[in-house]
């Protein structure tokens, strides 16, 4: 998995920082949430399927990045109309 962000070179692979992979969101099924994430990322449209665009946790706030466990393993989430940060 890479993140559709043009520029960005987060793929699925630990980072040096922390040594986790980064989490990966796709994008929010709400159209006016959908088309914000779109203004304020530079997403390469002409080669992807919306349907496999992955945004890296890198462009949210730390704030707007949840975890919850579900039994053992903790899943990573985005808050309710969390936006990415503005370039
Ligand atoms: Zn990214």
Known sequence: MRCA???????NKPK????K?????SLPQNEDQRKIWLQRLDIDLNHLNTANIF???????????LKTRKS???????????LPIEL
């Open 5 to 11: 962000v043009k520029n960005c070179k987060s793929e």
């Open 16 to 19: 040096k920082t922390t040594g």
């Open 21 to 25: 992979p980064p989490s990966f969101h």
């Open 55 to 65: 945004i890296c946790d890198l462009h949210f706030r730390p704030e707007d990045i």
């Open 72 to 82: 053992c393993k903790w899943k990573t989430f985005l808050r309710k109309g969390a």
